[in-house]
């Protein structure tokens, strides 16, 4: 017959309690999981931190994944029955039933299981018939409140439900992100921890919250050497390359973007390979080197175009006009009319994919190419397009930005 023996300190005083494995018990009905571990979190039951080891036969089993319901009926004002426990255990993610006991009793009886399960109804189904009730745990009390709280959710769809509401409420995601965590955790899936945690730090990061971002970062390694995925590594990478661009650290940045692109390549990820060389082309930007930021740029625009994706195109598109703007400044009158063709085309795109920001940005750089050439009407026309669009989906930087930069072609045109 297995049996588990679960070793506890109830008030100062380590006790153990001999109990039935619960395949011996047919009778027990297992649709219980959830209702009663929820049902446990809404009462007061005394917590103590007491669960010291469970043992099954003489493999010994990690307490932290477990409780134990103790109950004490009493038979006197004086005298107290032996305690009755019900073991629970997390296994796989799921909450599951261990064993009842204490054993003994069954024994006494010949064995009769009936006398325990009887105990144990009395015990969830008449409180009133029990002195005291007492949950013990090696897991705060505050853990065990936020899995019995997760019960029953979908890990997926809490990543999938906080990322559409990152941008409204980032407290309202990273509460879905850390629910999720908390669910992969209990179900041992790697790849699941990986991405809520991956959530995370692109919430933190989005929020400019860089000490957050650092520290998700580098938890999430962890991962990837047991997954050994080079699409997981290369988000990594790419993130801190985000993170050390936000911090003007632009040369390092381009490391990390180049290591992206490496892991990109490897698990032929086109959109990935495409993104790491406009990172890498935006870096080189920063630091004033356009020949090389014009390389990279173009290889993004070449790589899109050979696969039709039509917005990473244009977004390429719109970045090599921003160089050539710069050689603009410099006095290349010849990189007008390139600029303006890629700026067309890129619009195009935007309007074909009813993608409204990047309607803003492409018509934002066409103004600041006429107004580089002295066209200030026609800047001025795309610098209203810019602001309208952006107030219109709530863009509200862009569209201040841009209604300064139509004021100031209204002034130039005043003045001439």
């Given at each position: 017959?297995?049996?588990?023996?679960?070793?506890?300190?109830?008030?100062?005083?380590?006790?153990?309690?001999?109990?039935?494995?619960?395949?011996?018990?047919?009778?027990?009905?297992?649709?219980?999981?959830?209702?009663?571990?929820?049902?446990?979190?809404?009462?007061?039951?005394?917590?103590?931190?007491?669960?010291?080891?469970?043992?099954?036969?003489?493999?010994?089993?990690?307490?932290?994944?477990?409780?134990?319901?103790?109950?004490?009926?009493?038979?006197?004002?004086?005298?107290?029955?032996?305690?009755?426990?019900?073991?629970?255990?997390?296994?796989?993610?799921?909450?599951?039933l261990r064993g009842v006991g204490p054993k003994s009793l069954s024994d006494k009886a010949g064995g009769d299981s009936n006398i325990l399960l009887n105990l144990v109804s009395d015990l969830f189904d008449k409180p009133d018939l029990w002195k005291s009730k007492i949950i013990i745990s090696a897991k705060p009390k505050s853990e065990w409140k936020i899995i019995s709280d997760i019960i029953g959710e979908e890990p997926w769809l809490l990543i999938e439900q906080g990322r559409k509401v990152m941008k409204t409420d980032p407290r309202k995601a990273m509460e879905n992100f850390t629910k999720a965590y908390k669910i992969f955790d209990i179900l041992a899936d790697i790849n699941g921890k990986f991405h809520a945690v991956f959530a995370q730090a692109e919430?933190?990061?989005?929020?400019?919250?860089?000490?957050?971002?650092?520290?998700?970062?580098?938890?999430?390694?962890?991962?990837?050497?047991?997954?050994?995925?080079?699409?997981?590594?290369?988000?990594?990478?790419?993130?801190?390359?985000?993170?050390?661009?936000?911090?003007?650290?632009?040369?390092?940045?381009i490391t990390k973007f180049e290591q992206a692109l490496e892991r990109a390549k490897r698990a032929n990820i086109h959109r990935a390979v495409v993104n790491a060389y406009c990172n890498i082309g935006e870096c080189y930007f920063r630091v004033g080197k356009f020949d090389?930021?014009?390389?990279?740029?173009?290889?993004?625009?070449?790589?899109?175009?050979?696969?039709?994706?039509?917005?990473?195109?244009?977004?390429?598109?719109?970045?090599?006009?921003?160089?050539?703007?710069?050689?603009?400044?410099?006095g290349d009158s010849s990189s007008v009319a390139q600029a303006a063709y890629y700026l067309e085309e890129a619009i195009q795109h935007f309007e074909g994919l009813e993608d409204m920001k990047g309607l803003v940005i492409a018509n934002g750089m066409f103004g600041e190419i006429e107004a580089l050439q002295g066209g200030f009407e026609k800047a001025l026309m795309h610098f209203e397009f810019a602001a309208e669009k952006a107030q219109a989906i709530n863009e509200h930087q862009f569209h201040e930005f841009y209604r300064q930069k139509a004021q100031e072609m209204k002034d130039r045109l005043y003045e001439l």
């Open positions: 017959m297995v049996s588990w023996k679960v070793n506890f300190a109830l008030g100062g005083v380590d006790e153990q309690i001999d109990l039935f494995d619960t395949e011996t018990l047919v009778d027990w009905d297992p649709e219980f999981k959830g209702e009663l571990i929820a049902g446990f979190f809404k009462t007061d039951y005394t917590w103590i931190q007491g669960l010291k080891g469970v043992t099954r036969d003489s493999l010994t089993v990690q307490p932290i994944n477990c409780f134990v319901v103790v109950g004490r009926k009493w038979r006197d004002a004086r005298t107290k029955s032996i305690p009755l426990g019900v073991l629970f255990e997390f296994t796989e993610g799921d909450l599951r919430l933190s990061l989005d929020s400019m919250n860089f000490d957050l971002t650092k520290n998700r970062l580098e938890a999430l390694w962890e991962f990837t050497s047991q997954l050994g995925d080079p699409m997981l590594e290369e988000n990594i990478l790419s993130s801190e390359g985000i993170l050390l661009y936000e911090n003007s650290l632009f040369e390092q940045a090389e930021a014009m390389k990279n740029f173009d290889k993004s625009r070449s790589l899109a175009e050979s696969r039709q994706d039509r917005n990473s195109l244009a977004i390429s598109q719109v970045n090599m006009a921003k160089v050539l703007g710069q050689y603009i400044r410099q």
